[in-house]
């Protein structure tokens, strides 16, 4: 096909371009993974068809019995929803299916789950994200990391290969089941977003190499939490008054973080005198947002370490977590900071 007619085709704005499909945008960025072997992205592919079938469900959630409690609690003591535990089981279904995974860490299961094979990958999820909005139709998420085994295909699971720092992440992203749906995410070339388009079931690129703006005006904290925080948090959130930010909190992490990506802005879940280390879990919550928000230009801490630096000492640990756009995250440590020195 000669250039001019196919740049015609390309421009024409008869048929407009859709953008990139998700499965184009891996097969052409492979050669960007150091173990460019095609597992990962059949992960990747795996994640996406997963989280369509979940879409689905979530939609139309209020047609079908997947509303509510399901009687029992996971390990936080948190009532599991119906919806957390059905996207649990696609999501295990899904990367369980091609033997690339050998082990997954959840949200919704206790301990880790060896798959016993020869598979490369470890894999975090947080299935369904935002629970206490999962029934009044407020937007809910899933978020995935993804890790290199570290002990020899085909032997035991070691704690070694579950309990890695979010700096060894190969790759990680969230789907955000909102007024849209969307699979943001990295594999350390940068962030990128897929809007899927219904009518076709498909992933299309949307929101190429996403970059969070340095500075911002919205604050995301859970101020109904005030009495619990420490001195110091109590006066970041006087001088985010005092500097007129706009306060704005979802209650779903993945929503939240997904609008300060790209408006600008902070979201703390801080340590309070209930959880001394905040409520969110490390491994698959924490780590993924915070290799996001890195790649994006942003920063995550836990208002004195780097995210990404700090050891996991075991599956389900908390830690408070200060993420968004860097001026802010560094405003906020500053305050946190200030009364460790005094
Ligand atoms: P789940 O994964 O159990 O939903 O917990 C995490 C979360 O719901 C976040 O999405 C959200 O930002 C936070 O907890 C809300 O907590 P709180 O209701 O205490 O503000």
Do not use: W
Request: a negative charge; proline letters at 3%.
């Amino acid at each position: 096909m000669n250039k001019a007619y196919s740049t015609s085709i390309e421009s024409s704005r008869i048929a407009h371009s859709i953008g990139t499909a998700l499965d184009r945008f891996i097969k052409n960025n492979q050669d960007e993974f150091p173990y460019a072997s095609g597992e990962l992205s059949q992960l990747l592919r795996d994640i996406a068809l997963a989280s369509k079938v979940v879409n689905r469900e979530v939609n139309k959630a209020g047609l079908i019995d997947i509303m509510g409690g399901i009687g029992s609690t996971n390990l936080a003591g948190d009532q599991q929803q119906k919806l957390d535990v059905l996207a649990n089981i696609r999501f295990t279904r899904a990367l369980t299916k091609g033997g690339e995974v050998c082990a997954l860490v959840s949200e919704e299961s206790e301990s880790f789950v060896d798959l016993n094979n020869h598979g490369q990958y470890v894999i975090a999820i947080d299935p369904l994200d935002g629970s206490s909005n999962i029934d009044v139709n407020v937007s809910i998420g899933t978020i995935f990391s993804i890790y290199r085994r570290k002990s020899a295909p085909g032997t035991p699971i070691r704690s070694e290969d579950i309990l890695q720092k979010g700096s060894e992440q190969v790759a990680a992203g969230y789907i955000l089941y909102g007024s849209s749906t969307m699979l943001v995410y990295t594999t350390g070339h940068g962030v990128h977003g897929f809007t899927h388009e219904t009518s076709l079931g498909e992933y299309f690129l949307s929101h190429p190499d996403m970059q969070i703006p340095e500075d911002g005006k919205i604050y995301s904290v859970n101020e109904g939490l005030y009495n619990s925080f420490e001195p110091a948090m109590k006066q970041y959130l006087q001088f985010c008054k005092d500097s007129s930010y706009t306060a704005r909190y979802i209650g779903s992490l993945v929503a939240d973080f997904h609008r300060n990506l790209l408006k600008g802005g902070v979201y703390i879940y801080p340590a309070t005198s209930r959880d001394a280390r905040g409520k969110l879990r490390l491994i698959y919550e924490c780590n993924a947002l915070a290799y996001l928000v890195e790649q994006a230009g942003g920063k995550a801490s836990d208002g004195r370490r780097r995210i990404l630096d700090i050891d996991p000492e075991s599956l389900h640990q908390r830690s408070p977590f200060y993420v968004g756009s860097k001026n802010m995250v560094e405003k906020a440590e500053s305050f946190i900071q200030r009364t460790a020195i005094n």
